[in-house]
């Protein structure tokens, strides 16, 4: 049943791991943005890493949720697996190639957060 009032949406775990990982998300792609000069990159990479992880361990947390309550989704998982590959691996080929992937990627997050609102 979908959540009526805010209190009720933001006592669900699972939206607040979704929406703790959109959150790091918009905070990974701006680190990622704000280190494109080279003599930045050594100082904000090793963050930009950490918020990197931080989004795969709370969007595990959002599908460990789902799993939980029976609602699994093969979209959501699909979404899982393109943050764990293609993101990672887009930044060998070119770092804005690398930064479009990861704003698609914020785009699928919500676009699965939306999805299970309903």
Same mark, same amino acid.
């Given at each position: 049943?979908?959540?009526?009032? +805010?209190? &009720?949406?933001? =006592?669900?775990? @699972?939206?607040?791991?979704?929406? $703790?990982?959109? +959150?790091? !998300? /918009?905070a990974n792609i701006a680190? @990622?943005? =704000? /280190?494109?000069?080279? &003599?930045?990159?050594?100082? @904000? #990479?090793? /963050?930009?890493? +950490? %918020?990197?992880?931080?989004?795969?361990?709370s969007y595990a947390m959002? %599908?460990? *949720?789902? *799993?939980?309550?029976?609602? !699994?989704?093969? $979209?959501?998982? /699909?979404? $899982?697996? #393109?943050?764990l590959l293609a993101v990672? $691996?887009?930044?060998?080929?070119?770092?804005?190639? *690398?930064?479009?992937?990861?704003?698609? @990627?914020?785009?699928?997050?919500?676009?699965?957060?939306?999805?299970? %609102?309903?």
């Open positions: 049943m979908p959540p009526t009032t +805010l209190e &009720d949406l933001f =006592s669900s775990p @699972g939206f607040l791991a979704i929406f $703790f990982a959109v +959150l790091l !998300t /918009i680190v @990622g943005v =704000s /280190i494109l000069p080279r &003599d930045q990159r050594e100082k @904000g #990479y090793r /963050i930009h890493r +950490l %918020l990197f992880g931080a989004v795969i361990i959002f %599908l460990f *949720h789902l *799993h939980q309550i029976a609602r !699994t989704s093969i $979209f959501a998982n /699909i979404i $899982f697996g #393109y943050l990672p $691996f887009s930044r060998r080929f070119n770092v804005t190639l *690398h930064a479009v992937v990861a704003s698609v @990627g914020l785009v699928l997050i919500t676009v699965v957060a939306v999805l299970n %609102l309903i």
